[in-house]
Structure formats: C-alpha cells, structure tokens
C-alpha cells in the first residue's frame, strides 16, 4: 500500500510563493513518476505538474509554466512543487499521485494513469 501526504499548502497573497511538499511510504517512490493536480471549487481536477521517476523529464500545464516547478528527492521519498508568482486563479486544493506504471519514461498527464493519491493540500491565494 502507499501512502502520499502532502504539506506546505495555506493562505499566501498574489505574487507571493509556496513549495508543497508530497512524502511518500510504502512503496520503491523511486521508480515511479509522481504528478501534481489540482481541483478548485466547482472545477474538475486539472493537471499541474508531472515528472518521470528519474526526474529527467517534466511537464507542466501551460496556466503554470514558467512559475511552477516539480522536482523529486528519491533519498527522502519526497516530490516538491515550487509555485511562484501565485495568482488568483492557483486557488484551489492540490494533490500529488503515483504513476500507475513502474519506471514510465515518458511524463503522463492524465489522471487516470495514477493510481494512489494524497488527501490534498489546500492552497488559498487572495489580492
């Protein structure tokens, strides 16, 4: 079984920055690509962010590219998601994944090719 936590999510205004944290147990978090998605009220979940489980390819959506980064610690068994200069519209509660396939070298943006999720995070960014 694998557990996903995720932390570092709150209330921060427009401009500001967060890191969110997503730890891992239970399973080699190393050999399986890890995915940010997001879901604001009344939305569907979205993708965010993915990277492969060597952390050599990364994928963002396009709403983040350029002030969002994914990056993975294999020895802490820890994914990160950087977010700077938040806007309005980030508002919304995040959630890290596990890629469904071990060892998928190519970054996947679909939802449905994760298979474990975490409880979510809820970040909040006000005016």
């Known amino acids: 079984q694998v557990q996903l936590v995720e932390s570092g999510g709150g209330l921060v205004q427009a401009g500001d920055s967060l890191r969110l944290s997503c730890a891992a147990s239970?399973?080699?978090?190393?050999?399986?690509?890890m995915g940010w998605f997001r879901q604001a009220p009344g939305k569907e979940r979205e993708f965010v962010a993915a990277?492969?489980?060597?952390?050599?390819?990364?994928d963002y959506a396009d709403s983040v590219k350029g002030r969002f980064t994914i990056s993975r610690d294999n020895a802490k068994n820890t994914a990160y998601l950087q977010m700077n200069s938040l806007q309005l519209e980030d508002t919304a509660t995040y959630y890290c994944?596990?890629?469904?396939?071990?060892?998928?070298?190519?970054?996947?943006?679909?939802?449905?090719?994760?298979?474990?999720w975490g409880q979510g995070t809820q970040v909040t960014v006000s005016s």
């Open positions: 990277i492969t489980w060597s952390g050599a390819n990364k």
């Open positions: 239970g399973r080699f978090f190393s050999n399986y690509g």
């Open positions: 994944a596990t890629d469904s396939i071990v060892a998928r070298t190519i970054v996947v943006i679909t939802s449905s090719s994760y298979n474990y």
